[in-house]
């Protein structure tokens, strides 16, 4: 009380003496004074908590205050959190309808799914919440929309017109043998960008003596008509086995070698030696006609039938080749105009099993998938690892003299599987990476639960209830993957 009767009285100018300190003693003990002190001190209380509040509210408004950026079409949510400064209260934020979100004031929250990239200056209406009478006022924040990276990407249609046009996406659904197949294929998005083709293809038939053939080529991107070479390719290897008398013979050879007591029943695949053919360029008999391998023993006797089913699965291989010549010759191309790679499964269901006969050149793997993961297989080897030196094409007439060309064939025997899948690189980089992915059985759960809609675009390919699994297979194949464009083509036999 002394004190603030000195800051008064100083305040006055009243100059200090023993007369004046009396009069403080006595005042000291005035009940009016005490009266009057306590009023002009809640006074001041009330002015500094005044001055607080606009103190924090000018504050809240030169603050930095981030919002993280959000994505179009991507799911968004921001919750705002700003302990030190307890009393603001966002009462709405303008301008978030520009980007079609939402704010929640009493969540505090910003949540919705921006359709198109933009930048925007945000209004954050806020007021104190210990303001008496409280007062709007206005903090601008500028919000960030990043685009789709697809939205990036320019789709140019292909010109119909063009020679050896064709559509820029393609879809097939239907029965294959005593199961299901559904096939599709896009344009990668550089082609679209561009206005180019297509220039993966595949062809699915039916054949008679209850086989069935899936064949799927990938057209070189360097390659002018590629587009042409894949086209031509899947549908002359599948046309060379439209033949009874192919199939007939390759019916009694499988029924010769799967029925025989050395072919275990628990030895699922069994893959050709690549020492018991010889190619011959000129496609003559590719069975080993060295004397030194007799056929006096039952093993010997099975790889004269290995020999011999590969040289009947050999010649509509090398008659795709002869077909490209021609036709480059015919047209007046070169005919690494249509290089394209090329793989096919050729299938047929026996009592003792599914029996896969598959051929590749280039880097489109085929896969069968054994009851529920239990078992991955690569039923073909790529060209890539060791073969080295880039993808290989059905166009390449060394393909034919070099010694690998057995191992391009493989022969197995299933007592079932759960999928049997082809594809073009276009999905193999993008999903698996690698070649050891495609055998690993972990990368497969994870690409089938991809399929199966874990994916951040939730598109489901439903084989169970499989009605529209066509359109669902062609809409999934248009998944982002950073630095993957590429035409893109899976078949899964199911």
Request: aromatic share 10%.
């Amino acid at each position: 009380m002394k004190t603030f009767l000195k800051q008064v009285l100083d305040e006055f100018q009243v100059e200090q003496n023993k007369i004046v300190n009396n009069t403080i003693a006595k005042l000291m003990q005035n009940a009016k004074i005490h009266q009057l002190a306590k009023a002009i001190s809640a006074s001041k209380q009330e002015v500094i908590s005044l001055f607080e509040m606009y103190k924090e509210k000018e504050e809240f408004k030169d603050s930095r205050l981030t919002i993280t950026n959000a994505n179009a079409k991507k799911p968004y949510e921001y919750q705002f959190d700003f302990p030190e400064f307890p009393y603001i209260h966002i009462k709405e934020i303008r301008n978030l309808d520009r980007v079609s979100l939402a704010f929640d004031p009493e969540q505090k929250r910003i949540h919705g799914i921006p359709q198109l990239a933009l930048t925007v200056d945000l209004q954050l209406i806020f007021v104190h919440k210990l303001e008496e009478n409280p007062t709007d006022d206005v903090k601008v924040i500028s919000f960030v929309v990043n685009a789709d990276p697809k939205d990036l990407w320019i789709h140019k249609p292909s010109n119909q017109n063009d020679l050896y046009s064709k559509p820029d996406s393609d879809k097939y659904v239907g029965k294959f043998l005593d199961k299901h197949i559904v096939v599709a294929s896009q344009r990668g998005r550089s082609h679209a960008h561009e206005g180019a083709f297509r220039d993966d293809d595949f062809f699915v038939s039916k054949l008679p003596m209850d086989w069935a053939i899936i064949a799927m080529a990938d057209g070189a991107g360097s390659a002018k008509f590629a587009r042409q070479g894949s086209k031509l390719a899947t549908q002359d290897v599948v046309q060379g086995f439209q033949n009874n008398d192919i199939l007939h013979e390759l019916d009694d050879l499988c029924l010769n070698y799967y029925g025989n007591p050395f072919i275990k029943e628990s030895q699922n695949t069994l893959t050709i030696d690549q020492s018991i053919v010889e190619i011959d360029y000129a496609g003559n008999n590719l069975a080993n006609t060295d004397d030194s391998i007799t056929k006096s023993t039952e093993e010997e006797h099975l790889l004269t039938v290995k020999s011999s089913i590969i040289n009947i699965l050999y010649k509509p291989v090398r008659n795709v080749h002869a077909r490209l010549s021609e036709f480059a010759k015919k047209e007046s191309i070169q005919l690494k105009d249509l290089h394209t790679t090329l793989i096919f499964a050729l299938v047929k269901k026996f009592e003792f099993g599914y029996v896969v006969l598959s051929f590749g050149v280039g880097d489109c793997p085929i896969n069968i998938v054994l009851d529920d993961l239990d078992e991955v297989h690569l039923l073909n080897i790529l060209d890539i690892g060791e073969f080295g030196g880039g993808t290989r094409f059905i166009t390449m007439p060394e393909i034919f003299t070099q010694p690998e060309m057995p191992g391009r064939f493989s022969l197995n025997k299933f007592d079932n599987f759960s999928k049997l899948v082809l594809m073009t690189d276009g999905i193999y980089d993008a999903k698996f990476i690698t070649e050891n992915k495609l055998r690993d059985k972990q990368a497969w759960k994870a690409f089938l639960q991809d399929l199966d809609g874990e994916n951040e675009d939730g598109t489901k390919v439903d084989f169970a209830d499989d009605e529209h699994v066509d359109d669902q297979l062609l809409s999934w194949l248009d998944f982002w993957s950073k630095g993957n464009h590429d035409d893109r083509t899976l078949a899964i036999i199911y």
